[in-house]
Nanobody, 124 residues
Framework: QVQLVESGGGLVQAGGSLRLSCAAS????????MGWFRQAPGKEREFVAV????????AYADSVKGRFTISRDNAKNTANLQMNSLKPEDTAKYFC?????????????????WGQGTQVTVSS
């Protein structure tokens, strides 16, 4: 049974930082591309960042480029999202997702497994 469990969300002031973690179990983690997505109330789920299986290739949404950093530790079966210089518009529920294969996709429908999400709220 595959499980993805996010942690690290919370309430932070604008300009602050948070580090989200995604703990994976029940899958061969190193065979999966890992992505982070977010969804604000009343909005569609949107791509945030993706990292390939080896951890040496990443991609980001334009809205977070230069502020967020995605990483992974295949030995610990974890993926992380370091979020700096947070803005109120970053407020959303953040989800990690896993996609089997070697191609890093930015579309949610291509991902095989999802976590339950962790809430991030940025106050102005």
């Amino acid at each position: 049974q595959v499980q993805l469990v996010e942690s690290g969300g919370g309430l932070v002031q604008a300009g602050g930082s948070l580090r989200l973690s995604c703990a994976a179990s029940g899958l061969t983690f190193s065979r999966y591309v890992m992505g982070w997505f977010r969804q604000a109330p009343g909005k569609e789920r949107e791509f945030v960042a993706v990292i390939n299986r080896y951890g040496d290739s990443t991609a980001y949404a334009d809205s977070v480029k230069g502020r967020f950093t995605i990483s992974r530790d295949n030995a610990k079966n974890t993926a992380n999202l370091q979020m700096n210089s947070l803005k109120p518009e970053d407020t959303a529920k953040y989800f990690c997702a896993a996609e089997f294969g070697s191609v890093s996709h930015i579309y949610a429908y291509t991902y095989d497994y999802w976590g339950q999400g962790t809430q991030v709220t940025v106050s102005s």
